[in-house]
C-alpha cells in the first residue's frame, strides 16, 4: 500500500521549491559550461557534488560539443547504460569507457 507524501509547512514547501529551483539553476550552468568546453566531461564525473551526481547520464552526453541526441543514446545502448541512469549510478567501468570516447581537451 503506498504511502502519502508528508505534509509541508508553508514555509517548508518554499523552501523545497527554492532549493529545487537552485538546483537546476547550478545544473544549466554546468551543462553549458560543458557545451561550451569550459569544463570537461571529467570534470564533471570528478564533481562529488549532488548537482552533478543527479544529472541523468543521457543529458550529460547531450551536452558535450558536437554530440546530439540521437549520438547520445547511440553511446549510452553500446555501453549498456540506461537512458535514466543518472552520473552517480554509473559503474567504474562505464565511467572509465566514456572518458575514453570523450577525452579532456587540454
Not at 561550451?36 to 544529472?55: E, H, K, P, Y
Not at 547504460?81 to 549510478?89: F, H, M
Amino acid at each position: 500500500m503506498p504511502t502519502s507524501l508528508p505534509t509541508l509547512t508553508p514555509e517548508q514547501r518554499a523552501e523545497a521549491l527554492a532549493k529545487a529551483g537552485r538546483i537546476r539553476k547550478e545544473r544549466s550552468e554546468m551543462l553549458a559550461a560543458l557545451k561550451a568546453g569550459r569544463i570537461s566531461l571529467l570534470d564533471v564525473l570528478d564533481r562529488g557534488d549532488d548537482t552533478a551526481r543527479q544529472t541523468r547520464a543521457l543529458h550529460l552526453l547531450q551536452s558535450l560539443p558536437g554530440v546530439g541526441k540521437v549520438r547520445a543514446r547511440r553511446h549510452l545502448i553500446d555501453l549498456g547504460i540506461s537512458e535514466t541512469r543518472r552520473v552517480q549510478g554509473l559503474g567504474e567501468r562505464q565511467r572509465a569507457r566514456l572518458i575514453e570516447l570523450f577525452p579532456p581537451q587540454g
